[in-house]
């Protein structure tokens, strides 16, 4: 019997995994969006193509990862790998057909990092305001 994929449940997975939690995830789908709303999503099977898009762009993963990632067939793979004494270690090779999970959280250093930056320059705009302040 062939399993359906569960797009809200990779949703859940893929959010979970980038630390983001519902709230923050709604904040970024726009203004009729709240935790509630994501928790319900969370839970359909299958999401509409436009809305997947748009989970996409905010949590920087390939719509792929959401409409094929199947946790079952990976746990599956992953359980039945056996490694038989060899005088070389055994290589799996799997190439998903999205971004790995180190892609996924570089990603989201490099925005934190510009976060910070930016943090910076408004604290050093600030400065320099204060200092033309007192000179007047």
Known sequence: MEQKIHQGR????F?????????ALALDLGDDWNQKKV????????IEDPL?????????????AFQNF???????????I????CPQPSVVQYN???HPVEKIIELHEEKIALYERMLKEK??????????????
């Open 10 to 13: 990779n949703v859940k997975r």
């Open 15 to 23: 959010r979970e995994m980038l630390g983001i939690k519902q709230e």
């Open 39 to 46: 928790s319900l999503l969370e839970q359909k099977e299958t």
């Open 52 to 64: 997947l898009q748009k989970i996409s762009e905010v949590l920087k993963i390939p719509v792929e």
């Open 70 to 80: 199947d946790e079952e067939k990976a746990i599956n793979i992953i359980s039945n």
């Open 82 to 85: 056996t490694f038989e004494n």
């Open 96 to 98: 998903p057909n999205f």
């Open 123 to 136: 604290d050093d705009m600030m400065n320099r305001l204060e200092e033309l302040i007192k000179k007047k």
